[in-house]
């Protein structure tokens, strides 16, 4: 009677766990992967950061080109009349050429600074922006896991689990 009871419990045990293994190995889980350089590409949140950034950059350039002019041609004014001044009026007035193209450089450096800084500052928000639409995706779509490939990080991939272009679809609101 014993061994009976323990056939059936090892029987039972034994069907439990084969199908508990089915189960596991039949469980499909959704992944997929996003081409992360694509996906900036395609954004149009990020193209739109970029040409304000080109636009920030030209008119920072323009600025800079401007006060170089400037002190370019006070270098020149100089170098034309330096033989008619005094020694104190030409120590003087290098002394301000001196100061005006150190202003022109701290200038220029906290301009770039702060240019970077802005930069940084507005892609961050778009990345957020993106990652919270693909995080909203995933959930929606019923993916347990999503990565992201940026320069080939990702050794190899089945092309049918690239969901790139419908991530960009979707942060660009098309449907």
């Known amino acids: 009677m014993n061994n009976k009871i323990i056939s059936i419990v090892l029987i039972a045990l034994t069907v439990a766990v084969i199908g508990l293994s089915v189960m596991v190995l ?17 954004s149009k949140e990020m193209q739109a950061l970029k040409k304000q950034v080109e636009k920030d950059q030209a008119a920072m350039k323009g600025n800079i080109d401007t006060l170089t002019t400037e002190f370019q041609q006070a270098l020149k004014d100089y170098e034309k009349t330096q033989a008619k001044m005094s020694s104190k009026e030409k120590q003087l007035s290098q002394e301000l050429l001196r100061n005006k193209q150190q202003q022109l450089i701290q200038y220029q450096q906290a301009i770039q600074q702060k240019a970077q800084g802005e930069e940084q500052k507005r892609t961050q928000e778009v990345l957020t922006n993106i990652n919270a639409k693909i995080k909203e995706f995933g959930e929606k779509q019923g993916y347990k896991l999503i990565l992201a ?12 689990i690239d969901i790139t272009e419908e991530i960009i679809k979707g942060i660009n609101g098309e449907k």
């Open 26 to 42: 039949t469980r499909v889980e959704k992944v997929a992967y996003i081409d992360t350089a694509k996906l900036m590409e395609g």
């Open 149 to 160: 490939t940026t320069g080939g990080n990702i050794a190899y991939a089945d092309k049918g």
